[in-house]
Nanobody
Framework: VQLQASGGGLVQAGGSLRLSCAAS????????MGWFRQAPGNERVFVAT????????YYADSVKGRFTISRDNAKNTVYLQMNSLKPEDTAVYYC????????????????????WGQGTLVTVSS
């Protein structure tokens, strides 16, 4: 499956952005999805994940209550709505996909995912 992330940009602290990740090439609804981020000099870390059914989600503590992951299987797209952004949210954001037998399974590890998008840069100014 090919993934194309978009929606990054420059935003002031307290603002909002919505990232999108469009999938192609396979049956999107067969895949659990995740968002990760990587700040300069740091490792890629988990942000949010969503089961292929869309019924289960899980978030990193650092974004819980501020970010929302969702998917539209008809549009082959997963979203990350980011509210109340902070300067420490500045990073390149990556979407990822994993083929999932379980409709309600989700995954939080970088190594859990076989497919990655190219990343989109989010910069939050103070």
């Amino acid at each position: 499956v090919q993934l194309q992330a978009s929606g990054g940009g420059l935003v002031q602290a307290g603002g909002s952005l919505r990232l999108s990740c469009a999938a192609s090439g396979r049956t999107f609804s067969d895949y659990a999805m995740g968002w990760f981020r990587q700040a300069p000099g740091n490792e890629r870390v988990f942000v949010a994940t969503l089961s292929r059914s869309g019924s289960r989600t899980y978030y990193a503590d650092s974004v819980k209550g501020r970010f929302t992951i969702s998917r539209d299987n008809a549009k082959n797209t997963v979203y990350l709505q980011m509210n109340s952004l902070k300067p420490e949210d500045t990073a390149v954001y990556y979407c990822a996909a994993r083929y999932s037998l379980g409709a309600d399974s989700y995954y939080t590890g970088v190594r859990d995912y076989a497919y990655w998008g190219q990343g989109t840069l989010v910069t939050v100014s103070s």
